[in-house]
C-alpha cells in the first residue's frame, strides 16, 4: 500500500510539472450538463411572436409562453389593442367542471386553436385522462386501440363563454396521398406508379377507412412505371417496406390550375441512373436493404424531366416540350400562400400563374443558364420570358405577378447583388427596381395598386452586420426605397395580406428578442413582447460576444461570434474550437438569439472558447463575388479564413492558446473540419466530424455540381458531355498529425456512408491512428442520438485539448436526466434541426 502511494504521489508530481500554468486542467461537466436541451426547455419559453393573421380583418392571434405559464392573445393593429383571449382563471375552472380532470391557468393543455369562420370565437381541444376506444375502429382489442378522449370545446370572445362541443366532429386530417382539387370536389393519388382520382364522397371514406373496400378508384394513366412513374416514390423505405406498401395510395405532387380544370405534372424518367444503396443494419429481424437511386457528379446517367398536363374533366393528358439543354431541370413554382391561410384544414396545392398561364424554370445541367418561361395552358405551348447566363452558376426565385401577369418582378444576380427587375408580360426589361451593394432577399408583398415592392435585404445599413435582414419597401421604378424596421439587429417580419401590417421580431444573440407591430411605413403600432429570460439568466447564462475580423487575403471582413465559459477567468488559456459549417448555402454562425446552443454555448462550458466565423465562399447574402469565391476548389476554399480568424483572436486576447485548436461540424462541417486537419495539420490539432461529404465525387450531382463546377464539353459532332473533377479529402490523409474522429449515420442516404468509410480507408493505408463511431439506424442527422453525439465530441475535445481522461465508460450527464423505467427517451419538444443541414 505504502508502495502504490507512493508512486501515485509521484504520477501526480510529473503531472503537475508538465501542466501549464493558468489553463483549466479539467473539463467542466457539470456546467456544460447545466444547459442540456431537457433543461433549457425549463429556462427558455417562447422568445418571437408568431402571428396567425385573420381573414376578415387585420387582427391575428398568438400564443406565447413565460416562466409563468402559455397566454394566447388577440391583436387588434386598428385599435392598437391587445387581449387575452380567455380569463385563464375561469376557463381552467370551466373545463375541470367537464373534464373532470384538475387544470389551473398555468397548466391549460389547450391544443390546435383556431378562430371560427366568423371571428367571433374560437375552438380548442383538450385531452383528458381517460381511455376511450378510437374511432372507427375496426379491431377494438388490438394494443393500440384505445386513446385519450378529447373534449372539444368553443370560446366566444365576446361573452366569454365556455361551451362544449359534445357531437363536434374533427375534420379528418389531409392524407399526405391526396391532391384535393381547388373546388374540392375531386381528389388525385399515385398507386402502383399511376395517377388515380376519387371523387369527394369516396374521398371521405377513406378518411374513415383506407381500406374500405367500396371505395371507388379511377384509374387515369397506364404507362407509369417503377422510376418512371406519376409519383408514388418510395423514398425512405427499404426493400422489404417497398414491396409491402407497393400497392398503398401514395402522393403525386401535382399543382392544379386555379378554377380546377387542369393540373400539371412533372415526371421523371429515372431508370437510367443508378442504383445506391444503404443497409439497416437494426432493422428487426434481418438486416433490410435499401435501394434508392442517386445520381453523381460527372455521371452521365441523369434523370429525365418532362412536363405532363391533364384536362381533368376531359381525362386527356398532354406532354409538353420544354427542352432547351441536355441533362436540363424543369421545376414549376407553386402559388403564394396567404398568411390568413395557415390555420385552414385545407389548403390547396395550385400552380404559380393564371388559370391559362403557369410560370417555371428550365435549368441548364452547368447551372450558367436559367430560363424563366411561361406555359400556355390552352395550347400547351412554352414561351421564354426571361434568360439569365452567368459564368458561375446561376439562380433565381419565384417571380412576382402583377396583373395576372402583364408585368413580372424578377429576382436577379446579374450585376453582382442580389437585385429585383421590373419586366413587362413579353419578358422586357422596363427598369431596375434595387440597386447598390446589398443584397435582397425574398419578395415579401406586392401591392399592384400603389405599385410597392415590400421586400427583405440585408448588407445596406451602414454600420451594422451585413447579415442582419431587414424589411423595405420600395416603388417600382425604384424610388421612394424605405427601411420599415430600423435597429441594430437581425429582424423577422411576417406582413398580413392587406400589406398594411407587420410583426416584427428582433434581437442579436447577445440581446433579449423582441416582438413589435408596425404599419407598412414603419411606423410603430405597438409593443407586443419582450422575452423573459430571467430563469435562464439566473442558471447561469452569458451572451456570446460578436465579432469581425479579416479573411487571410487582409481584405474581406469576416462576421463571427464568440461563446465563452461562463465561469470564465480571463487569467487562463483556453483552447479554441471552431464550429463550422462553410457553405455555400449559409455559413454557422447565429445572427439571433435562439435556444440551439448545444454546438457552441454548451460545449464551451467544458473549458474552451468556441467560434463561429464566415469564410469566403460561404453566404448567400453578400455580393455575388463573396458567395461564389469556393466555385471550381470547393474542399480549401474557406480553410484560410478559418485559421486566419483564429489567429488574429489570439493575438488580440491573451485568454486564447493558438496552440490549441479544435475544429467541428457537421455534414459540409464534417468535411471541412477534416479538411483543415490534412491542408494544416500543424495549426489545427483535434476535430471531430460528422456525417461529411469527403469525397464530393461521390455525393450528389445537385450540389457538388452546382458549387464546385461541371463543364459542358460539346464535341466537334455536336454531341454534349459533362466533365467533373474535384479534390477529396482523403487524398491527404498522409497528412493527419492530430486527433481526428470520424462519425457518421450507417443508414444515412443523403452524405453515404461511403464518405466517411472511404476517408478511413485512405487513413488506415497511411498507418494513420484515428477514431470512427458509425452511428446505427440513423440518417444524416443523428436523432435520438444526438445527445450521444454531443457527449462524445466533448469528450474527445476534453481528452486531447484539455488532457482530460477522467470520464467513465457511464455517460452521467445523460443517465441523470433519462427516467430509469425502461421506457425510450422522448425527443426535445423544441428540438430543431441545425440551419443548412
Known sequence: MRMLSFLAAFLWASLSLHAQPGQPSKANYALAARFSPKKLEKLIFSTSVDPHWLKKTDQFWYQYETPNGKNWYVVDPATKSKRAIFDLDKVAAAITLIVKDPFDAQHLPIENLKFTEDEKSVQFEVKSTVDVVKKDRLDKKAPDSLEKKT????????????????????PKRKPTWASISPDQKFVIFAKNYNLYWMDKANYEKALKNEKDSTIVENQLTKDGIEYYSYGGDSNGENNVEKEKNKNNRKPAYVLWSPDAKYFLLTRTDARKVKDLWVIHNTAAGRPALE??????????????????????????????????????????????????????????????????????????????????????????????????????????????????????????????????????????????????????????????????????????EAKEDPYYLHLYRVNFDGSNLKLLNRGDFD????????????????????????SVLYDNNGKKVMDLETADLSRLMAAGYKFPEPFKVKADDGITDLYGVMYKPFDFDSTKQYPIIEYIYPGPQTEAVNKAFGRSMDRMDRLAQLGFVVITVGNRGGHPARSRWYHTYGYGNLRDYGLADKKAAAEQLADKYSFIDINRVGITGHSGGGFMSTAAMLVYPDFFKVAVSGAGNHENNIYNRWWSEKHHGVKEVISAKGDTTFQYSIDKNPDLAKNLKGHLL??????????????????????????????????????????????????????????????????????????????????????????TPEAGE
Not at 406582413?495 to 447577445?510: A, L, Q, T
Open 151 to 170: 373534449h372539444y370545446f368553443q370560446y366566444n370572445l365576446a361573452t366569454r363563454q365556455l361551451t362544449e362541443l359534445k357531437d363536434y366532429e374533427k
Open 291 to 460: 435501394t434508392y437511386k442517386y445520381q453523381m457528379p460527372g455521371e452521365k446517367e441523369a434523370p429525365i424531366r418532362e412536363f405532363v398536363l391533364f384536362n381533368f374533366p376531359e381525362k386527356t393528358q398532354k406532354k409538353i416540350t420544354a427542352a432547351a439543354f441536355k441533362d436540363q431541370e424543369l421545376s414549376v413554382w407553386p402559388a403564394p400562400s396567404k398568411q390568413s391561410a395557415r390555420d385552414d384544414e385545407f389548403r390547396p396545392s395550385v400552380w404559380h400563374g393564371t388559370k391559362d398561364k403557369i410560370y417555371f424554370t428550365r435549368t441548364s445541367r452547368d447551372l450558367k443558364k436559367i430560363d424563366v418561361c411561361a406555359l400556355d395552358v390552352p395550347s400547351g405551348t412554352v414561351k421564354p420570358i426571361i434568360e439569365e447566363r452567368f459564368n458561375t452558376y446561376v439562380e433565381v426565385a419565384r417571380v412576382g405577378l402583377v396583373n395576372g401577369g402583364n408585368e413580372l418582378i424578377h429576382w436577379s444576380e446579374r450585376d453582382g447583388w442580389g437585385h429585383f427587375y421590373l419586366y413587362d408580360g413579353n419578358g422586357k426589361l422596363k427598369n431596375q427596381i434595387t440597386s447598390g451593394p446589398f443584397h435582397c432577399e425574398d419578395l415579401v408583398a406586392i401591392d399592384e395598386k400603389a405599385r410597392v415592392l415590400y421586400f427583405s435585404a440585408n448588407g445596406r
Open 491 to 514: 429582424h423577422s417580419s411576417s406582413m398580413s395580406d392587406s400589406r398594411r401590417f407587420f410583426v416584427n421580431n428582433s434581437s442579436r444573440v447577445n440581446t433579449v428578442p423582441k
Open 742 to 831: 470520424l462519425t457518421h449515420g450507417d443508414i444515412d442516404n443523403n452524405v453515404h456512408p461511403a464518405n466517411t468509410i472511404r476517408m478511413a480507408d485512405a487513413l488506415i493505408k497511411a498507418n494513420k491512428r484515428f477514431d470512427l463511431v458509425l452511428m446505427p439506424g440513423q440518417r444524416h442527422g443523428y436523432g435520438d442520438m444526438t445527445e450521444y453525439s454531443f457527449w462524445m465530441t466533448a469528450d474527445y475535445f476534453s481528452k486531447y485539448l484539455l488532457g482530460d481522461f477522467s470520464q467513465t465508460v457511464d455517460i452521467t450527464e445523460i443517465n441523470r436526466e433519462t427516467e430509469q423505467n425502461n421506457k425510450r427517451p422522448q425527443p426535445s419538444r423544441r428540438a
